[in-house]
């Protein structure tokens, strides 16, 4: 299971933490990532981590304000969100993968998600 919280209001230029928790099966997992949807739009990839090396990737929109962590001790990943824009409001969803060779950037190298959290930002 995986359990996201940290959404809420802010307004443009302010910051968020979105953080993760995976619980059950967690020695399985071996990357983890979050993706977001905006009404009417498809979800789309935000950031990714690999478990072992801590390998990050993200995506064009949210390098340089977005940072993906870590904590594998709490089988923990966070979204740590500064400079937010308008454009970033969305429902985040983290997910978590088996095989950390799988492509991050694509939804279907995932096979757990969570219930999504909603960020909502204010011009």
């Known amino acids: 299971q995986l359990q996201a919280s940290g959404g809420g209001l802010v307004q443009a230029g302010g910051s968020l933490r979105l953080s993760c928790a995976a619980s059950?099966?967690?020695?399985?997992?071996?990357?983890m990532g979050w993706f977001r949807q905006a009404p009417g739009k498809e979800r789309e990839f935000v950031a990714a981590?690999?478990?072992?090396?801590?390998?990050?990737y993200y995506a064009d929109s949210v390098k340089g304000r977005f940072t993906i962590s870590r904590d594998n001790a709490k089988n923990t990943v966070y979204l740590q969100m500064n400079s937010l824009k308008p454009e970033d409001t969305a429902v985040y969803y983290c997910?978590?993968?088996?095989?950390?060779?799988?492509?991050?950037?694509?939804?279907?190298?995932?096979?757990?998600w969570g219930q999504g959290t909603q960020v909502t930002v204010s011009s």
């Open positions: 997910a978590a993968a088996r095989d950390a060779w799988r492509v991050p950037y694509v939804k279907g190298a995932y096979d757990y």
């Open positions: 981590i690999k478990w072992s090396g801590g390998s990050t």
């Open positions: 059950g099966r967690t020695f399985s997992i071996n990357m």
